[in-house]
C-alpha cells in the first residue's frame, strides 16, 4: 500500500529562523496537501498542490510538489510563535488505471517548537 | 467548506463496553471518513462511510469493531465495540465537499478506556 514519508519528527527553533519539513510517497500521487494541526486541536487546511512541480505560497509559507509528483515541501520563512504545531502532508493516491482512490494517507507530521 | 459537529469531545469508558461517535455535517457531502490518531502522531483511516452502503474499512479495521452507519447525506455514526485500553485514541471524523479537495475535520473525539 502507499506509504507517505515525513522528516523530520521534530523541530526546534528559534523565532525568527526558517523552516522545513519533507514529504516523500512511495508511489506517484494524485495531489498532495498540507495540513497545520495545533496542540488539542484538529487538522485543518493549509493547501493543495496537483501540478508536477507546482509551487505556492501563502505569506511565509512555500509549498513545492515535486516534477514526478512523488515528494514535496513546506518552508516557513522567520518562524513566529504561532507557527507552533503539528504539519502534515496527505497524498491522494493514483490507481493503476491513473484515476483517484479519493482518500488521503497522511505523513507522520513534523512537531515544530518555536521558542521566542 | 464545511463545518463538522462531532460529539462527544471526550469520554472515559470501562472496558468491554462499546461509544457510538457521532459526526453532523452542515451540508451534504458524499465523501465522509473516519480516523483514528494517537496522541503525537499521524492519522490513520479506518474506513470510509458510505451512504447507503457499507463502510470500506482500511487493512487491519474490521465492521465487527469498528461499525459504522450512514444513514443520509450529512452524518454518520462509528461505534468503537468491546473497548479495551488499546482502544483509547482520538477519533476524527473527515469529509470532502468534493472529491480531491481539501478536507474538514470534526473536532475529534478523545476516548480514554479503563
Known amino acids: 500500500g502507499q506509504q507517505v514519508m515525513q522528516i523530520p519528527q521534530y523541530q526546534h527553533v528559534q523565532e525568527g529562523e526558517d523552516f522545513t519539513t519533507y514529504c516523500n510517497s512511495s508511489?506517484?500521487?494524485?495531489?498532495i496537501q498540507w495540513y497545520k494541526q495545533r496542540p488539542g486541536g484538529h487538522p485543518v487546511f493549509l493547501i493543495q498542490?496537483?501540478?508536477?512541480?507546482e509551487v505556492k505560497k501563502q505569506k511565509r509559507l512555500t509549498f513545492q510538489f515535486g516534477e514526478a509528483k512523488k515528494n514535496s515541501s513546506l518552508h516557513i520563512t522567520a518562524t513566529q510563535t504561532t507557527d507552533v504545531g503539528t504539519y502534515f502532508c496527505?497524498?491522494?493516491?493514483?490507481?493503476?488505471?491513473?484515476?483517484?482512490?479519493?482518500?488521503?494517507?497522511f505523513g507522520q507530521g513534523t512537531i515544530l517548537t518555536v521558542h521566542p | 467548506s464545511a463545518v463538522i459537529s462531532q460529539k462527544p469531545s471526550r469520554d472515559i469508558c470501562q472496558r468491554g463496553t462499546s461509544l457510538t461517535i457521532q459526526c453532523q455535517v452542515d451540508?451534504?457531502?458524499?465523501?465522509m471518513f473516519w480516523y483514528r490518531q494517537q496522541p503525537g502522531q499521524s492519522l490513520t483511516l479506518i474506513a470510509t462511510?458510505?451512504?447507503?452502503?457499507?463502510?470500506?474499512?482500511e487493512s487491519g479495521f474490521v465492521i465487527d469493531k469498528f461499525p459504522i452507519s450512514r444513514p443520509n447525506l450529512t452524518f454518520s455514526t462509528l461505534t468503537v465495540s468491546n473497548m479495551s485500553p488499546e482502544d483509547s485514541s482520538i477519533y476524527l471524523c473527515?469529509?470532502?465537499?468534493?472529491?480531491?479537495?481539501?478536507?474538514?475535520f470534526g473536532q475529534g473525539t478523545r476516548l480514554t478506556v479503563v
Open positions: 473527515s469529509v470532502e465537499v468534493q472529491m480531491n479537495t481539501e478536507a474538514f
Open positions: 508511489t506517484t500521487l494524485s495531489n
Open positions: 498542490l496537483v501540478k508536477s512541480g
Open positions: 496527505a497524498g491522494t493516491q493514483l490507481n493503476a488505471g491513473g484515476t483517484s482512490y479519493g482518500k488521503l494517507t
Open positions: 451540508s451534504q457531502v458524499t465523501m
Open positions: 462511510a458510505n451512504q447507503g452502503s457499507e463502510a470500506t474499512y
